[in-house]
Nanobody, 120 residues
Framework: QVQLVESGGGLVQPGGSLRLSCAAS????????MGWYRQAPGKQRDLVARINTGGSTNYADSVKGRFTISRDNDKNTVYLQMNSLKPEDTAVYYC??????????????WGQGTQVTVSS
């Protein structure tokens, strides 16, 4: 079973940037599609960025052009570079491996997430 540990969140002003990291334990990390999800208070957890095993990426419309997902299979790590942050990006961010094309369901147990707060 893969275990996931997210890090890199924090408090940032609108327009600022953050880089999130997700370290995965276990073997065969490279065979999994990976994604970043976020959950704002009172809302469901949604997929915002996805990177497939071949490196192709997809983004939710709300983050397209501002966020970039990448992966380093040698380090078993997936990243999320977030630029031009907005207050509505405030949420707990999680990584996981999407099941099929679902924006909600994922393969592994959820990690603790990392809090991102965008506020002046």
């Amino acid at each position: 079973q893969v275990q996931l540990v997210e890090s890199g969140g924090g408090l940032v002003q609108p327009g600022g940037s953050l880089r999130l990291s997700c370290a995965a334990s276990g073997r065969f990390f490279s065979i999994y599609n990976m994604g970043w999800y976020r959950q704002a208070p009172g809302k469901q957890r949604d997929l915002v960025a996805r990177i497939n095993t071949g490196g192709s990426t997809n983004y939710a419309d709300s983050v397209k052009g501002r966020f970039t997902i990448s992966r380093d299979n040698d380090k078993n790590t997936v990243y999320l570079q977030m630029n031009s942050l907005k207050p509505e990006d405030t949420a707990v961010y999680y990584c996981n491996s999407p099941i099929g094309n679902s924006n909600y369901n994922a393969k592994f147990a959820w990690g603790q997430g990392t809090q991102v707060t965008v506020s002046s």
